[in-house]
């Protein structure tokens, strides 16, 4: 279904779950248009289950961008394409560890392995710039968010909510559960591109120590 996102914008939808069958088919149609090259797409941005297209309103009408996107052949039995794979290191040591295995019924060491044991796709960034949603969290460490969300999370924090995993690219606020950390730099406005995570890529986290994280920090400044 196609429809009106504002006055410069209009959605492709294609489901409401967080599902990779769904995601895939937003990332073929992502790929679709950028070989259609239609006039006065400015830009399109994929989300769980939806692609928003920008476009520039002094190129093309929003009536006639719907009839063409009409015209691209997007195909129902997409498969996600493989993008990058990344493995990205993590002290264990989040503030809500504790809590997370007393909810749980599991031991740290437990939740260690599940968290680390997954590979997690990139849905979708936002929230911040750089902020990858990553699924599909171990149904076990599926939790809710905090009630009551930090004023402050560190850069680098991981944490998890619902289904999902997350790395906070830069300092924020959040309410999302914190079982570690990692000294890797997700957002940089001099790389190119800024974000180190892309939607398609897949994450997969590595447990480190204390020092291994301290070596890790000292060669990322």
Do not use: C
Request: no cysteine; hydrophobic share 45%; net charge negative.
């Amino acid at each position: 279904m196609i429809s009106p996102l504002g006055d410069t914008a209009v959605t492709l939808e294609f489901g409401t779950d967080i599902d990779r069958a769904v995601n895939a088919r937003v990332m073929a149609a992502r790929d679709a248009l950028a070989m259609a090259h239609l006039p006065g797409v400015v830009e399109t941005v994929p989300t769980f289950g939806a692609l928003a297209v920008y476009f520039d309103p002094l190129e093309i009408g929003q009536e006639k961008l719907i009839a063409a996107l009409g015209e691209v052949e997007f195909f129902a039995d997409a498969t996600l394409a493989p993008g990058r794979v990344h493995k990205v290191p993590v002290l264990y040591d989040g503030p809500d560890l504790d809590a997370v295995a007393q909810t749980t019924g599991l031991s740290s060491d437990e939740i260690v392995k599940l968290h680390s044991g997954a590979d997690y796709h990139v849905y979708m960034l936002g929230f911040l710039p750089g902020f990858a949603y990553l699924g599909d969290l171990p149904e076990k460490l599926s939790l809710p968010r905090l009630k009551e969300p930090r004023t402050r999370v560190p850069r680098g924090s991981v944490g998890i909510a619902e289904g999902l995993t997350a790395v906070y690219p830069v300092e924020s606020p959040g309410g999302w559960r914190l079982i570690g950390r990692t000294p890797l730099i997700l957002f940089d406005l001099r790389a190119d591109p800024p974000s180190l995570f892309a939607p398609g890529d897949t994450v997969s986290f590595q447990p480190i120590g204390q020092a291994e994280f301290d070596r890790l920090s000292g060669a990322g400044r």
